[in-house]
Each structure stands twice: as structure tokens, then as C-alpha cells.
């Protein structure tokens, strides 16, 4: 079992800047997917930003050059970046781990989130 640990989240101005951090705790953590979650109130969950073992990056449409992913697999943590926030930006944050075994089993493993406000 992986404990996936969030921290970062707060309330902050429109415009303004957070960074997120997630701390995994298995020693093998360079082998993971991992990704940024986000569930708006009355919304389903929807993937913000996702990072490779391989770093390779993917983002939403809504959040393009606006925030960044990125991982420190020496610190077992991933990171989300986050510029030029905007009201609807408001949401609980959830990291996500993710690893393929053999026979087509795929370890899934979530963080307890973290609440991020966008408002003046």
C-alpha cells in the first residue's frame, strides 16, 4: 500500500501562484505514473496535469501555460505548479499514483486531497 500525502493547497487571490506537493511513500516511486486530480463542487473529478516515469507531461486544456508538473524521485514527490490562477481553478486537488504489474493489474492510489481557493 502507497500513502500518497498533499500539502500546499490554501486560499489565494485571483492571479496568484500555489504549488502543490505530493510525498509518496514507497521506495520505487520512479516507476509511477502520477498525476494531479481536481473535483469542483456539483463536478466530477477530472485529471489537471499527469507526469510519466518517463516525465513526459500532459495537461488540460484549462490549465495550459498556466501551471506546471513536475517530479523529484530522489524526494519520492511531484509537484504541481500553479500560475494565474483563476476562480474556477477552485477545487480540492487530489494526487494520484499510478504502476502497472504484470498479468494487467494496475496499482491505484489517491491522496486525501487538498482544498485550493481562487477568490478576492
Known amino acids: 500500500q502507497v500513502q500518497l500525502v498533499e500539502s500546499g493547497g490554501g486560499l489565494v487571490q485571483p492571479g496568484g501562484s500555489l504549488r502543490l506537493s505530493c510525498v509518496a511513500s514507497?521506495?520505487?516511486?520512479?516507476?509511477?505514473?502520477m498525476g494531479w486530480y481536481r473535483q469542483a463542487p456539483g463536478k466530477e473529478r477530472e485529471l489537471v496535469a499527469g507526469?510519466?516515469?518517463?516525465?513526459?507531461?500532459n495537461y488540460a486544456d484549462s490549465v495550459k501555460g498556466r501551471f506546471t508538473i513536475s517530479r523529484d524521485n530522489a524526494k519520492n514527490t511531484v509537484y504541481l505548479q500553479m500560475n494565474s490562477l483563476k476562480p474556477e481553478d477552485t477545487a480540492v486537488y487530489y494526487c494520484?499514483?499510478?504502476?502497472?504489474?504484470?498479468?494487467?493489474?494496475?496499482?491505484?492510489?489517491w491522496g486525501q486531497g487538498t482544498q485550493v481557493t481562487v477568490s478576492s
Open positions: 494520484n499514483g499510478r504502476r502497472e504489474i504484470p498479468f494487467g493489474t494496475t496499482l491505484d492510489y
Open positions: 514507497t521506495s520505487i516511486f520512479s516507476r509511477y505514473t
Open positions: 507526469i510519466t516515469s518517463a516525465s513526459s507531461t
